[in-house]
């Protein structure tokens, strides 16, 4: 399953010098570079020590880690949900996507404009969260008009749609996202073909200067507290830095760079670090000579499923799986010796993948 991330946030926040940076990384994997499927679009690998370790170990002809997409979303400004700027034309990217990474301007500059006059980045926030709720709402009210009817005639059912509905109403009427409230198989259920898009879960970026990037400043805390009760992240980026770190070939001159600045990972790891603990995300691996490979997969997902994404046959027929951790291939060096050493487990359809299995699938259709 390939994880596609919206990137938002008002003019010269560094959202686009971020997607810049983005653009131009270096993909660790040079059978799998960057790519950009769109001027809007790309596509990045995600990196992953394990990776190299398996690759080590049983030397394949290709090594496929897993990717994100980056879509770059134009068009959210102040008064977008009422056709300002882009208008609406932002809406149907940002309704394709898994999460939203937020950019706000955590930074002083003052070769930079801020539109408002003001770096703030609780205002910034507060300025795109306005123009989605009122999209939201809008679609929740299209949906409370088509059912208050059949309610009012006694219909339970609809009768207990309309009052979720109306919670959703309330909550964005008083300048709240519809993320904030728990969302229970009845309210998912409501929702569902509604595409809200405030209930997608945010990371919030704070774009610091590079003098920041180790310690935070007042913007970066004001920004925390802001969203301290949406079950949200922060990650404290310098755009800057990320720009100057994507122009590097080697992962040995981008660690010396990084070290410098007194980091131990770039503003991108950490990025697609927060996005897969936001979104229950884990990785599995296969390792052959022909490929070793990563897949993302939701974190308690049980073997078929976990199969199926890479077949939707191996999930089908599925019959068992073979099952090794990678400690244990480090210890053993080959699958053969995991396999004397009692190490390689197979498991049946109820076996719960973890973080980092290597797995072997046996299927029949």
């Not at 009427?173 to 809200?196: C, F, V």
């Not at 980091?263 to 995300?281: H, N, T």
Request: charged letters at 30%; aromatic letters at 6%; one cysteine or more.
């Amino acid at each position: 399953m390939g994880l596609k991330c919206g990137i938002v946030g008002l003019p010269n926040v560094g959202k686009s010098t971020l997607f810049n940076a983005l653009s131009n990384a270096k993909a660790e994997a040079a059978n799998f570079p960057f790519c950009t499927i769109e001027p809007n679009v790309g596509v990045i690998t995600v990196p992953d020590e394990r990776l190299r370790i398996l690759e080590g170990l049983v030397s394949p002809q290709k090594v496929l880690p897993t990717v994100m997409e980056f879509v770059d979303i134009a068009g959210l400004v102040k008064g977008a949900s009422k056709g300002e700027g882009l208008g609406n034309k932002f809406l149907a990217n940002i309704r394709e996507v898994d999460a939203i990474v937020h950019v706000t301007r955590c930074f002083n500059d003052d070769n930079i404009v801020h539109v408002d006059g003001v770096v703030n980045p609780v205002s910034d926030k507060e300025v795109i969260d306005t123009e989605l709720q009122i999209k939201d709402l809008e679609s929740v009210d299209k949906k409370i008009d088509k059912n208050v009817k059949l309610a009012k005639s006694g219909d339970a059912k609809v009768k207990a749609l309309v009052a979720i509905l109306q919670e959703y109403k309330d909550l964005l009427e008083s300048g709240k996202n519809a993320r904030s409230l728990e969302l229970t198989p009845e309210r998912k259920e409501a929702i569902a073909d509604m595409q809200l898009l405030t209930v997608k879960p945010v990371i919030y970026v704070a774009n610091v200067e590079e003098s920041s990037i180790l310690t935070g400043n007042a913007h970066v805390e004001a920004l925390k507290a802001a969203v301290a009760d949406e079950d949200a992240e922060v990650v404290m980026v310098s755009a800057a830095i990320e720009s100057q770190i994507a122009e590097f070939d080697e992962p040995e001159e981008k660690e010396m760079f990084l070290g410098e600045y007194g980091l131990k990972e770039s503003g991108l790891d950490k990025l697609i670090r927060a996005a897969y603990g936001l979104l229950d995300l884990i990785t599995y691996f296969t390792a052959g000579e022909t490929e070793v490979r990563a897949w993302t997969i939701k974190k308690g997902w049980k073997a078929p499923q976990a199969a199926g994404v890479i077949h939707t046959d191996f999930e089908k027929g599925f019959i068992k799986a073979e099952v090794i951790k990678i400690p244990d291939y480090v210890q053993y060096k080959t699958e053969h010796g995991c396999k004397e050493a009692g190490k390689l487990a197979i498991e049946g359809k109820e076996y719960v993948v973890e973080d980092g299995d290597v797995m072997h699938f046996r299927f029949n259709v």
